[in-house]
């Protein structure tokens, strides 16, 4: 049963830390998406990659967020500097056109103190 | 533009019947539809393209009126297993295949 994999799954830091959080998409998906999810804004797209080029990262504060995919495996968000507002449960979905959908990882749980 | 969902939470009795709606005030190219159960990933119910058709998940099944640009799902003969959260996504073009706006959430609580 193929799935998306997300690392880590839960995170700890303190402000001002960088995180790196990462995600192993569905073997043959060519797209994957970065979410957001907090209780206040709820599902937030940040950014999204097709055949790993960057389509739209509008989502993203480009000031400290970066998203890469350095290979078709492997999808990466980093956070640099940390702060408590970026606090939340951070997915990465994957999907293709066959599948005409996307399937989410388990997240990342994210708290910055 | 987030599409608006309706009610943002419905409690039901196991057996009893349920209408989730989601709105927009763009043209739809398509709607995905969503359930999350707390603390896990949302998972994938059903998606309805631009064209009014209407598909069924088991006792889950969901339309899209282009005319109103509002999808609605059906839970019917709920069971305990449908309690969560459910999302509808929008997909405005089909340039911008996979790029969904997310609805806020419709929470459905099944009791016994």
């Known amino acids: 049963d193929a799935r998306v994999t997300q690392t880590p799954r839960d995170k700890v830091t303190e402000m001002g830390q960088e995180v790196t959080m990462r995600c192993q998409p569905i073997?043959?998906?060519?797209?994957v998406f970065w979410y957001r999810q907090t209780m206040m804004q709820g599902l937030e797209l940040l950014a999204y990659f097709r055949n790993r080029a960057p389509l739209d990262d509008s989502g993203m504060p480009k000031d400290r967020f970066s998203a890469e995919m350095p290979d078709a495996t492997l999808a990466t968000l980093k956070i640099q500097p940390s702060e408590p507002r970026d606090s939340a449960v951070y997915f990465c979905?994957?999907?293709?056109?066959?599948?005409?959908?996307?399937?989410f990882g388990p997240g990342t749980r994210l708290t910055v103190l | 533009q987030q599409p608006v969902q309706s009610p943002q939470a419905v409690i039901l009795r196991e057996g009893e019947d349920a209408v989730i709606n989601c709105s927009s005030s763009?043209?739809?190219?398509?709607v995905h539809w969503y359930r999350q159960k707390h603390g896990e990933a949302p998972v994938f119910l059903m998606i309805?393209?631009?064209?009014?058709e209407q598909k069924g998940h088991e006792k889950i099944s969901a339309s899209f009126n282009e005319k109103k640009q509002q999808s609605s799902l059906y839970l019917t003969a709920s069971q305990l297993s449908y309690s969560g959260t459910y999302f509808c996504?929008?997909?405005?073009?089909?340039?911008?295949?996979?790029?969904?706006?997310f609805g806020a959430g419709t929470q459905v609580v099944v009791t016994p």
């Open positions: 996504g929008t997909e405005l073009t089909t340039d911008s295949w996979g790029k969904l706006q």
């Open positions: 763009k043209a739809l190219y398509s």
């Open positions: 309805l393209l631009k064209g009014g």
């Open positions: 073997l043959g998906h060519n797209t």
């Open positions: 979905a994957s999907g293709s056109l066959v599948t005409d959908t996307q399937y």
